[in-house]
T-cell receptor, first 111, second 115 residues
């Protein structure tokens, strides 16, 4: 059974800091991995999708990496801003596009 | 291209009642998946429909059921509501081809409160 872990559950950083959010998964036989952002009480916003054949994806200040052999992914956020405050969820794709999610990391960026 | 929409946005029910949540898939998508997200947790897979047939189910009891219609819209039905059913229900659609792993696009969710 695939399990996805995100530690720590919460993180608070000062504005401007570069930070790394970690995600680990137990079964390396995944198709893709996706990072989402969720604002309080809202749905999911897709940030980055890494296909199983790729090692990383970049979008603006965000960079996500994937190491299937070690069962790890990281989301790097450069020059953090208060608007980045949200919960960040990692999810891995199993067969037939079913997703297994971690519990998320709640990020607070202090002005 | 329209995105995934869900209705209603919020809903309050009492224990034992039945509820129907609706989802309209993104145009051109043939698969819809439903997820339950309890407070402080990650979304949990409920089930998926592909071309109107159930195509996989998570660890949810039979009182959770669904339908997918020819226009690829979908319903999630929950019978005999329990307090623990209070959650955000998310719908996601995708265009599944051979091989799997296609990107899922999520709707804004329906927040259900069971009293």
């Amino acid at each position: 059974k695939q399990e996805v872990t995100q530690i720590p559950a919460a993180l608070s950083v000062p504005e401007g800091e570069n930070l790394v959010l970690n995600c680990s998964f137990t079964d390396s036989a995944i198709y893709n991995l996706q990072w989402f952002r969720q604002d309080p009480g809202k749905g999911l916003t897709s940030l980055l999708l890494i296909q199983s054949s790729q090692r990383e994806q970049t979008s603006g200040r965000l960079n996500a990496s994937l190491d299937k052999s070690s069962g790890r992914s990281t989301l790097y956020i450069a020059a953090s801003q208060p608007g980045d405050s949200a919960t960040y969820l990692c999810a891995v794709y199993r067969a037939n596009s079913k997703l297994t999610f971690g519990k998320g990391i709640t990020l607070s960026v202090r002005p | 291209e329209t995105g995934v929409t869900q209705s209603p946005t919020h809903l309050i029910k009492t224990r034992g009642q039945q509820v129907t949540l609706r989802c309209s898939s993104q145009s051109g998508h043939n698969t819809v998946s439903w997820y339950q997200q309890a407070l402080g947790q990650g979304p949990q897979f409920i089930f998926q429909y592909y071309r109107e047939e159930e195509n996989g189910r998570g660890n949810f009891p039979p009182r959770f059921s669904g339908l997918q219609f020819p226009n690829y819209s979908s319903e999630l039905n929950v019978n005999a509501l329990e307090l623990d059913d209070s959650a955000l229900y998310l719908c996601a659609s995708s265009l599944v081809r051979a091989g799997g792993g296609e990107t899922q696009y999520f709707g804004p969710g329906t927040r259900l409160l069971v009293l």
